[in-house]
């Protein structure tokens, strides 16, 4: 047996959803417009199984920077596996560790009471889409304008009208909002957090194993929705890479011209950024970096800016994975594969800085202001955008030019591109402007990370600065001069933690 909370208001009880417990008027009720019915005096009894008893972590006496307090008994989320394709190796990693027999952690999809289909989207919705952005967010799939932030979530009250026999999409929804309602400074996600979690992984896993399913775009927003789901975890990644890593099979086993129109092309806008940033991370190759891939999908929709340079970026990762083969040879083919490389990474990096100017045409895309007094910040002024897409853009090109400047430094230091001196100069380039320029990249990142993790930017501005703070934290440790920005990164983190993406310093440390 168990005690019922109370803190869960009457209103969120008898609709069956999450309830973060805030007074007088709890979050679920507020966006949802609805009236908070208030808390209940008397105490209630339910029977429980508790299906997270036991379960563990090899994360869990890691301590990070201060950012999350180490507890030897903590409960973390254990990572989930979904398997979606035979790339994916099973022994690779554990779907969840635990003394008790794997059936009985995951709850009966018949004990678990679903939210509204329309009020878990509109949840989502409101703490997805950063404040300006939403009036551009239609419920229509038929809206014509590339947008990055929303792409994914205006499908949603479709995809869930949809019928849903196995209610994935229904259960990953509310698997996110529950963990949506969590709050930030809670370091121990509660037990519905990861029941919730567990039920939509372990009813995804036997939607795929349905003969006809992996066309099915329920599933991908499904993994999608899990995916943030695990931003709120406090532990490595794994999981939410083998979410993306099996949604990037499912568009290449599909094909691109799949994905020219309607929720196909909603969907690959959603995933695009993440499947680029996850080879970066990996230093892998990407099917997004075909020719194929980066026109067929926006052959009936233009592409943004935003998407035109992150198809072209998408060659990076590949340019990186055969300079790490190449590096272990010593042989003459892994020198010309050096010296390609090399070529590559200037090559890439004049177009990053077309890319750029492109976007600095428009006087109002980026301004300075003076940094709040009550924020401690390393310069008097920070970076300011005309929005969150342009203020993406510029972020992450400068993340991707600080990833090839740091890689042609290490070739240049290396000895292993013996004429590599004399090509940085023909560029007007040299060892010495090489770190000047990381360092004001860097500069740029850290400047930028007060616009992006404003609370009107909802989860999508905070969530993605994680690569670009990842990028600019590894560089600035190697100047030991660098120690106050390098504080600075770490009290970022903090913020995004205290938001509820408790994943943040596994990605950025």
Partial sequence: MKIRQRSVCSTCRSRKLGCDGKRPTCTQCRLSKRECGGYPDRWTFVSQKNPSEGISTDRTNRMVRGTIQSNTNEKNVPTAMLQTNSHVDSSEFQFMRSKAPRSSLIPSPLDVNLPIADEASNIIFQCYIPEDEKDLVGSRITVSQPRICGSWVEILPYLSSKDDPNRTLAMSMRALCVNISQPGSDAILSSECTDTYYTAVHDLRKAFSVPGSRSNAQLVASIMCLTLTELMFPQAPIGMSLHIKGVGAWFEALGPTAFRCGIYHKLFDGFLPLLVTEAFRFRRPTFLASEDWRREPFSITAPSVMQKFLGEAAVIPSTLHRIDLACGSSNQRAACVLSDGFSSLLSMISRLEFFEDQVRRDENAISCRNASKDQPYTHPTILWFADITTANVLVYI????????????????????????????????????????????????????????????????????????????????????????????????????????????????
Avoid at 445 to 458: A, V, W
């Fill in 398 to 509: 400068w993340t991707f030019k600080t990833v090839c400047l740091t890689e042609i430094a290490k070739l240049v230091y290396s000895g292993l591109v013996p004429d590599s001196n004399e090509r940085l100069l023909s560029g007007r380039l040299s060892l010495f402007l090489i770190d000047h320029e990381i360092k004001m990249l860097c500069e740029s990142i850290c400047r930028s990370m007060e616009y992006l993790t404003q609370d009107k930017m909802g989860l999508y501005g905070p969530a993605s600065t994680f690569y670009p703070l990842h990028v600019a934290y590894r560089s600035l440790k190697r100047d030991s001069s660098q120690g106050v920005n390098i504080a600075y990164c770490e009290e970022i983190v903090a913020r995004l933690v205290g938001k509820g993406l408790r994943v943040a310093p596994y990605i950025v440390f």
